[in-house]
């Protein structure tokens, strides 16, 4: 089973907004995924309440956060995505403590490039695996933008590995949640459904990565 965890202590980064896409995706791929909400401002919960849908379980909270891990692990979830919130609260490391990885989402402007290192650092001093994901960019124009550019080479300054890909700020993203779906669910084909889906599989890879060096059970995509 792999615990995949959204953390950054700046909120509007996108935790949610990646959870709950990234959730739907491995649902519609017949992935068995649990959704925790640990975040009290509760933007995941809500959206699974429009959804409606039995096939991408929630738990809300994360009190007794290592039992409700271990029966997921018995009934055959593979992947649990935990949302967490921006603060620097207990619940936010004991989430980050039981990650096998952690998404740090990142708008690409100076605020966050600022905000992330304090998720950084509990990383580290955790020891766990994590990368940056540039959440909510301008479109590419042939290139990246030069406001992405700059936040990568700030996180490459800071030694944080970063998501080679991007996830653009687009309509369908921020529609097909208020539709209880996700943008593979709502737009498949769509520009937003592709970066999704380009997310996914550089978490699995990332994920087959930690196996080799830990000896940990991944599962391929």
């Known amino acids: 089973m792999n615990v995949l965890v959204f953390a950054s202590r700046k909120g509007g980064s996108g935790k949610s907004t990646l959870a709950a896409h990234l959730g739907s995706y491995m649902a519609e791929h017949s992935r068995p995924t649990l959704l925790i909400d640990a975040d009290p401002q509760g933007s995941l919960a809500l959206w699974h309440q429009v959804r409606g849908a039995g096939n991408l379980?929630?738990?809300i909270g994360t009190k007794h956060l290592a039992a409700t891990l271990?029966?997921?692990?018995?009934?055959?979830?593979?992947?649990v995505l935990i949302d967490t919130p921006p603060n620097a609260e207990a619940s936010v490391a004991e989430a980050i403590w039981h990650a096998d990885l952690v998404v740090i989402p990142m708008?690409?402007?100076?605020?966050?490039?600022?905000a992330v290192q304090a998720t950084i650092q509990v990383c580290r001093e955790l020891k766990k695996p994590y990368a940056a994901v540039i959440n909510a960019a301008p479109a590419k124009n042939g290139s990246d933008?030069?406001?992405?550019?700059?936040?990568?080479?700030?996180?490459?300054a800071l030694d944080v590995p970063t998501w080679a890909g991007q996830i653009t700020h687009s309509p369908?993203?921020?529609l097909s949640?208020?539709?209880?779906?996700g943008v593979n669910e709502f737009s498949s084909g769509s520009p937003g459904s592709e970066e999704i889906g380009n997310l996914w599989r550089a978490l699995t890879r990332s994920f087959e990565a930690i196996e080799a060096v830990t000896g940990k059970h991944a599962q391929s995509a």
């Open 107 to 114: 708008r690409p402007g100076l605020f966050d490039v600022d």
């Open 172 to 174: 369908e993203l921020s």
């Open 177 to 181: 949640l208020a539709y209880g779906a």
């Open 57 to 59: 379980p929630l738990h």
């Open 145 to 156: 933008d030069a406001m992405v550019t700059d936040a990568r080479g700030a996180m490459q």
């Open 70 to 79: 271990a029966k997921a692990r018995q009934d055959g979830v593979e992947w």
